[in-house]
């Protein structure tokens, strides 16, 4: 579209879609090859019972908007605080913008959330320690809500709950739904070996799914590959991989429609 290059979108399938239309509105063509599958995790009980203690806790921390949309299902339908309601002190913890806006769209007050600020160089772990710590007291309890890999297991990064135990808080987690890695069509595998060369951008927001993608193409060459990285730690795994051009971006539409635009150059 107006000489703009194709951006091949990886995120999980319902968030894909939401970026093709967005930047289909702002003049950008896609392809939706999803590299990671989000399924419900087995252990429903474990959610239950994390909300049946939530009056004890201090802090939710939530890793992804995928966190809330599955912990906040689990919820109990009644409203009072030993089935599950929100006490007024508890706060919620968000480390981007697309966790925040689903909290609040399951009704928890904006008051209650701490997030990075908008103007934040990344989102992630270390920018929403930045916002909470001063929160943080020696025996507080923090609830940690995250995902897990395909086996069950839970996946993703320790560093705010080893910044939270150092502090003196009692962390627990709860894992809420399940990563696993796509199985693609032949046309699926077709596509993405097209757009390693035709100077479409992939856009990257976790480096799991790098590795899924050189798992599903083992012998695909990335070295004419672009590709956009919302994270330095992202980006490091695709220069691993193997792509010519990576850029870092911030996880805004607009700062990664910009970087789409810039990687959008012949490799060196």
């Known amino acids: 579209m ?11 399938l319902r968030e894909a879609e939401r970026w093709a239309r967005q930047l289909e509105d702002l003049g950008l063509g ?8 989000i399924a419900p995790h087995d252990d429903k009980q474990a959610m239950q019972d994390a909300w049946g203690g939530i009056g004890a806790v201090n802090a939710v921390m939530l890793v992804s908007a995928n966190a809330v949309e599955h912990f906040f299902a689990a919820r109990p339908a009644a409203p009072s605080l030993s089935d599950g309601g929100l006490p007024a002190r508890l706060r919620f913890w968000a480390t981007g913008h697309g966790t925040r806006a689903e909290l609040l769209t399951q009704g928890v007050l904006a ?8 103007d934040a160089v990344q989102f992630d772990s270390e920018s929403l320690w930045q916002q909470v710590a001063g929160q943080v007291r020696p025996g507080q309890r923090v609830l940690i809500v995250r995902g897990a890999d395909a086996d069950g297991a839970a996946a993703g990064r320790d560093w705010l709950a080893r910044q939270l135990a150092a502090a003196g808080a009692t962390v627990s987690t709860v894992l809420a739904y399940r990563r696993v890695a796509p199985q693609w069509s032949d046309a699926e595998r077709a596509n993405a070996a097209q757009a390693a060369a035709d100077g479409s951008v992939w856009l990257f927001s976790s480096s799991e799914a790098v590795a ?3 798992r599903l193409l083992p012998t695909q060459s990335w070295q004419q590959a672009r590709a956009v990285a919302t994270h330095g730690r992202i980006a ?7 792509f010519g051009v990576v850029h870092v971006s911030r996880p805004t539409l607009e700062d990664v429609v910009a970087s789409i635009k810039s990687a959008h150059v012949q490799p060196g």
């Open 30 to 37: 896609s392809a939706v090859l999803p590299l990671i599958v």
């Open 212 to 214: 899924h993608l050189r």
């Open 111 to 118: 008051a209650q959330i701490d997030s990075p600020p908008e």
């Open 236 to 242: 490091q795994a695709a220069e691993q991989a193997g």
């Open 2 to 12: 107006n000489g703009l290059p194709r951006v091949v979108l990886t995120r999980p």
